[in-house]
């Protein structure tokens, strides 16, 4: 099947930025779709941005619209995430996620994105 390796992520300032990268080996070929999905704490997780890796063809939620950039690199089995102007409220645990043509989704083990209020003290939201 397909492997999934995240890198990226950690602390960050309130209106800076951060790059999340994902590394798929194995049966690479078969993805369709690749992903990136949050879950901040006491909230579902939800689809950040998606591409196709074969068209290219990108969706965005519209709190990533215009902030977050999705891009793949076929030749090194990547798909990024560039974020920037990022808030307080994009604080969660961010996961790489790819489609299959099998209809399979395998995910990567997460991580975290802390954005801070300006102060380098960390805020994080509970319910």
């Known amino acids: 099947q397909v492997q999934l390796v995240q890198s990226g992520g950690g602390l960050v300032q309130a209106g800076g930025s951060l790059r999340l990268s994902c590394t798929a080996s194995?049966?690479?070929?078969?993805?369709?779709?690749m992903a990136w999905y949050r879950q901040a704490p006491g909230k579902q997780r939800e689809l950040v941005a998606s591409i196709n890796r074969i068209v290219g063809m990108t969706r965005y939620a519209d709190s990533a619209r215009g902030r977050f950039t999705i891009s793949k690199d076929n030749a090194k089995n990547t798909v990024d995430l560039q974020m920037s102007s990022l808030k307080v409220e994009d604080t969660a645990t961010y996961y790489c996620?790819?489609?299959?043509?099998?209809?399979?989704?395998?995910?990567?083990?997460?991580?975290?994105?802390?954005?801070?209020w300006g102060t380098g003290n960390p805020v994080t939201v509970s319910s």
């Open positions: 996620s790819v489609r299959t043509s099998d209809n399979v989704d395998i995910w990567s083990t997460g991580a975290l994105v802390n954005v801070s």
């Open positions: 194995g049966r690479y070929w078969k993805i369709i779709t």
